[in-house]
């Protein structure tokens, strides 16, 4: 009675079933591949989680919309009580601490800190129905999976909840796990304010939907062996290389600016450009030129918000904020690069810009360059070459941030990568196969439990 | 018993005193100078009406603030009250039209249409105490200064107050007269929509503040001979001339525009530049370029209104909407250079913006270069002459839009500039000094006056 998503989904493990025979795994309890995910089941828990928040349909199919899932918003308060209510029924303890953040725990034979497998329920905006989503749904599949067969693993093993992942309504991302790992301060995360009405905090707002927990936010209090994250590529490369999985190395390096542009307003149509000091014209350059300068040296440079004011067509704008988001693979040469846009922008503003603007520059987010570690890229890449064959995976680094950024920083960490069709993420069309959701779910699962089986403590 | 803002005013009509002897005016019943306004009165009423609407505090004297008085919003309401009281005291009738322009009109010995003095009460977001109202007020103190020496003109004569000529709450300027003269559509008008809460119509609020007119709002309904307005000049010209008054000419050719570039949203760390369709970068190209193009061809271009969505810091926005203001003192060079810099926008979407964007570019307002009446660029001329001679007056051509530039399309109009200190306008800072405030008063009534002396029919 398969549907013909489950079908078409089986057929890639068979696929890939035969490779696995001849891998050298470690002689533990679990070897990969000896559990199997149900495809079907997942990818249709998946969907019919994303009636929670649902938006910007884009074909007549039922899955051909995005998602508008903001953090603690009443769709995401649903997911994360049916969430809590879908672990508590295979198992597993819920804790719930001061960020929100959602730790299910299923024990092993031993006690000790759990293996875990970690992402987020919140989406941006114009997001689509993987990014995050995808991550937790895998890993709740996964222990589902060691439910049905009655497996005991040898330590505990987690499903992780994280909160605002995506900084879209609170504009701090990756700060629930921020928070856990020691970079956030709870209070700083806790007194961000909705963007679009100051008066709702992240406090006010965990409190409204019931998810403030009482457990300290911190890895002493709910600390972690280890943690593997399922995510979409977000990115072309994994496509144009036509490999499976990415087998994640690390992240690239990345910061945000706050950037204030000050001239002075005037009228449009009787002030002549050499007396002008256009706040929006100046603003424009300047982001011009952060791309060229970004391009010239490999990096990334990127401007998502900008609002002005007055806000009138026919009066020049007296100020501009603008954010700016910089990344590059290497921590050295993003601090190098960040410093040429910032002396630009100076440069722009008070010697090309006519009578001059001022420019106000803030760093509020930085992120150096992360390498994940040996330990768990080392099970990935087993569980890769033991389900799929060596030719399937592909070593790749993130272009963006993830919680498992933070959680590298405290415990042993490493991410998984599936195809983002078109590299398109961050939009409602964003989208990978049910196959492609399947190998990831099935590598998580296994990076997961070949950690476990290996683990001496 | 003079303040000292008088007796400096005075100082400047004493050292003018002497040309107007010799001056040439026409003789009948009246000659330039014959009456003079109050200065003081008039700075007096024009501050104290500042009361409703004041904001943008930048110093401590009662005056150094800016004005944020939007049309039809309830300061506005409060100062069309107070002037309808005002102009009824000094036995005016008053008539207000469909689209809430006020006109209030004293009779002469003489029916027909009254020679007109007219301007506006609202003002920019951030605007100043000048624009507009003192032209309202200048023709308030004419009309008072001719009730004060009983004298009666020829024809009627009147003050009016143009609705809605700033355009910044509801974004289409110069409508109030637009209407009036037969540009604009009422419908149009009067579904306007409040650009912070689109359910606010220009109707609904007229309505609201009781001035939605039963007089149809039409140039046969409420005919003028004639319409004169004092404004400030709201560029540098002036003062760097030295000269005192500008007799206007005419009015520079504009044009306003909608562009939406429509790219696609992606993660700003996972999509390198060549897959992006990045829609702020395209826009903020099309700005720059639009400035260097206009700067070439010695005309303007300027954007002030700018939105994107969807507006998160690690999300390319797919969609930027923008405005552009394009003027030119000749109609037909204007047309060419919107032309250039449309062609300009859609090359840079198409071939200068990676994986390319789509650009949406729509006119939403024109308004052809405009020439003044001879009639009436005489009567001000000869009314600079008289009162402070040839060299005092410049002949000058408008860069902004005013509801004269709608007169002009009906009956015989021009204009009169006083010096605006640093050529700052739409800002909270717009400054001219009594002393320029009351030269560019006398001017106006002793134009309207002189006009009204020649009047044959």
């Known amino acids: ?127 689509g129905r993987y990014d995050g989503i995808l991550g937790v749904m895998a890993g709740l599949e996964a222990l589902r999976t060691i439910k049905d067969h009655n497996v005991e693993t040898e330590y505990p093993v987690a499903l992780i909840n994280w909160t605002n992942e995506e900084g879209a309504r609170f504009p701090q991302s990756i700060v629930g796990s921020g928070v856990w790992c020691g970079d956030v301060p709870l209070q700083k995360a806790w007194n961000l304010q909705d963007v679009k009405d100051g008066s709702l905090t992240m406090k006010s707002e965990l409190s409204k939907i019931g998810f403030l927990g009482d457990t300290k936010c911190s890895h002493k209090a709910t600390p972690l062996a280890a943690h593997f994250e399922l995510h979409i590529e977000q990115g072309p490369i994994l496509e144009a290389s036509g490999k499976k999985v990415g087998i994640v190395q690390g992240g690239q390096a990345y910061k945000w600016f706050d950037i204030n542009v000050r001239g002075r307003e005037c009228h449009t149509g009787s002030t002549p450009f050499d007396t002008r000091s256009d706040a929006m014209l100046c603003a424009s350059r300047i982001i011009v030129e952060s791309n060229r300068i970004a391009k010239e040296q490999s990096g990334l440079a990127s401007t998502g918000i900008l609002r002005l004011s007055p806000g009138s067509v026919n009066t020049c704008p007296g100020h501009v904020f603008f954010t700016l988001d910089v990344r590059h693979p290497s921590t050295d040469k993003l601090a190098a690069l960040c410093k040429d846009i910032e002396a630009a922008a100076h440069r722009i503003a008070s010697s090309e810009s006519e009578k001059g603007c001022d420019v106000d520059w803030v760093e509020t987010f930085n992120s150096p360059a992360i390498t994940f570690h040996p330990d768990c890229i080392s099970s990935v890449r087993k569980a890769v070459e033991a389900n799929y064959g060596a030719d399937h995976g592909v070593d790749i680094y993130s272009g963006a941030g993830h919680d498992t950024c933070s959680t590298s920083k405290v415990c042993p960490s490493s991410m998984i990568f599936i195809t983002s069709k078109d590299g398109i993420s961050h939009n409602p069309r964003e989208y990978s196969s049910p196959e492609d959701c399947a190998i990831g779910a099935q590598v998580l699962m296994d990076a997961a439990l070949l950690y476990d089986a290996q683990r001496s403590k």
Request: proline share 3%.
């Open 1 to 127: 009675m398969l549907s013909r998503t489950l079908g078409t989904a089986r057929t890639a493990y068979r696929h890939a079933a035969m490779p696995r025979q001849q891998a050298n795994v470690a002689a533990r309890w679990y070897t990969a591949g000896k559990l199997r995910i149900d495809a079907d089941r997942m990818m249709k828990t998946l969907h019919e989680t994303c009636e929670w928040g649902f938006a910007h349909r884009y074909g007549s199919s039922p899955f051909e919309t995005g998602m508008a899932r903001l953090t603690l918003d009443e769709n995401d308060a649903t997911a994360r009580r049916w969430l809590a209510d879908e672990a508590k029924k295979i198992g597993c303890s819920v804790t719930v601490d001061e960020m929100g953040n959602m730790f299910m725990v299923k024990q092993g034979k031993k006690g000790g800190a759990p293996t875990a497998m970690g992402s987020h329920l919140d989406t941006q905006p114009t997001g």
